[in-house]
Antibody, heavy 117, light 110 residues
Framework: EVQLVESGGGLVQPGGSLRLSCAAS????????MTWVRQAPGRGLEWMAL????????AYVDSVKGRFTISRDNAENSLYLQMNSLRAEDTALYYC???????????WGQGTTVAVS | QTVVTQEPSLSVSPGGTVTLTCGLN?????????PSWYQQTPGQPPRTLIS???TRSSGVPDRFSGSILGNKAALTITGAQADDESDYYC??????????FGTGTKVIVL
């Protein structure tokens, strides 16, 4: 079964740091473009970051550039999001996802909640 | 700043047809933006409906279809059912690995 399971969310003070993880299974992780998407309470989806299959390239939304870092460990089938200098507006449910061949996300995790307060 | 706009809310009668649109504040949406569409019900992660403008994901009923209408991407639900009542989001590729979600549309079936 194709699956993504996020972990690492929690309550953190403004200015603090948190590292989210996403464990992948059921597909060839090392061949997959991966991404993080977040959803603030009662709000819409926000695309945040993308990483190439070999980790050689990344892209970020402007609001997190310089504060968040997406990375991966293909040997461990894991995706990460290092979040520094957290702000109240970073409070959200964070989803990891796989990009399919067609510039669209085709697998979603259940999400992990980050609260900055 | 790129803003992708969707109708905040649309209503449709059971069995009816509704079209959701996805526009860009900076110009026209084209197939080069690889529009995709996602359905989300409360408390659940999104479900992928459509990729590259009009390709349905596996298991998605054919009452969902995607297209380009004028200068916007569009998602049409033909023969709406009660369980189509959800939030719908489009996503566009802006190039250089950057993607943007639309503001979302709440579809009400009544």
């Amino acid at each position: 079964e194709v699956q993504l399971v996020e972990s690492g969310g929690g309550l953190v003070q403004p200015g603090g740091s948190l590292r989210l993880s996403c464990a992948a299974s059921g597909f060839t992780f090392s061949n997959s473009w991966m991404t993080w998407v977040r959803q603030a309470p009662g709000r819409g989806l926000e695309w945040m970051a993308l990483i190439k299959p070999d980790g050689s390239g990344t892209a970020y939304v402007d609001s997190v550039k310089g504060r968040f870092t997406i990375s991966r460990d293909n040997a461990e089938n894991s995706l990460y999001l290092q979040m520094n200098s957290l702000r109240a507006e970073d409070t959200a449910l964070y989803y990891c996802g796989r990009f399919g061949l067609a510039y669209a996300m085709d697998v979603w995790g259940q999400g992990t909640t980050v609260a900055v307060s | 700043q790129t803003v992708v706009t969707q109708e905040p809310s649309l209503s449709v009668s059971p069995g009816g047809t509704v079209t959701l649109t996805c526009g860009l504040n900076s110009g026209s949406v084209s197939t080069n933006n690889y529009p995709s569409w996602y359905q989300q019900t409360p408390g659940q992660p999104p479900r992928t409906l459509i990729s590259t403008t009009n390709t349905r994901s596996s298991g998605v009923p054919d009452r969902f279809s995607g297209s380009i209408l004028g200068n916007k991407a569009a998602l049409t639900i033909t023969g709406a059912q009660a369980d189509d009542e959800s939030d719908y989001y489009c996503m566009l590729s802006m190039g250089s690995g950057i993607f943007v979600f639309g503001t979302g549309t709440k579809v009400i079936v009544l």
